[in-house]
């Protein structure tokens, strides 16, 4: 069973609606959490980071963390066709703080 | 502007060519580490360095060489290419292990 798991995608959704993207982990002592955007080639991008449960909100972006559930998501406000990327979810695990990385869900906005 | 930079961008080179792919950061990190990215397979560590002097093995660190001699820099040493080196490689650098990293642009190297 793979540490961090997100769904591969390819998620499609509408210019305008909300994008929804999950990112579940393993039962370790989890320390934070963060959500890159990767363009096609091109290196990863944190959009957020989050460490206590709850929601955070970063303009469109809104991440929300569940340590009970061992989930953390990512929420696209008003998604445009330039959020069309993968986005990869990175969970620092264990007392060590080794980072895990989710495979990533690709998200395509159709306009 | 705090950045982190890697050298080449591109590489295309032979099999059993000693190359180096240079990384360098302008932020005081303490923490840096190697990825490489194959299609289907995501980000996986390569070798990781806590600190000046302090490297280790990250996932698949086989054929692969590091050294820290100065905070920041962080050079990937690859003794004997192999075709199965073919990847697009990212640097990364963080405050310290627990913190967000920050990449480089991506060296895509070929080896034939």
């Known amino acids: 069973q793979k540490e961090v798991e997100q769904n591969s995608g390819p998620l499609s959704v509408p210019e305008g609606a909300i994008a929804s993207l999950n990112c579940t982990y393993s039962?370790?002592?989890?320390?934070?959490f963060f959500w890159y955007r990767q363009y096609s080639g091109k290196s990863p991008e944190l959009i957020m980071s989050i460490y206590s449960n709850g929601d955070k909100e970063d303009g469109r972006f809104t991440a929300q963390l569940n340590k009970a559930s061992q989930y953390v998501s990512l929420l696209i406000r008003d998604s445009q066709p330039s959020d069309s990327a993968t986005y990869l979810c990175a969970v620092n695990l264990g007392s060590n703080y080794q980072l895990i990385w989710g495979a990533g869900t690709k998200l395509i906005i159709k306009p | 502007e705090a950045q982190v930079t890697q050298n080449p961008r591109y590489l295309i080179t032979v099999t059993g060519k000693k190359l180096t792919v240079t990384c360098s950061q302008n932020m005081n990190h303490e923490y840096m580490s190697w990825y490489r990215q194959d299609p289907g397979l995501g980000l996986r560590q390569i070798y990781y360095?806590?600190?000046?002097?302090?490297?280790d093995k990250g996932d698949v660190p086989e054929g692969y060489k590091v050294s820290r001699k100065e905070k920041r820099n962080f050079p990937l040493i690859l003794e004997s290419p192999s075709p199965n080196q073919t990847s697009l490689y990212f640097c990364?650098?963080?405050?310290?292990?627990?913190?967000?990293?920050?990449f480089g642009p991506g060296t895509r190297l070929t080896v034939l």
């Open positions: 990364a650098s963080s405050l310290a292990r627990k913190n967000e990293q920050f």
């Open positions: 039962d370790r002592v989890s320390q934070s």
């Open positions: 360095s806590m600190n000046v002097e302090v490297t």
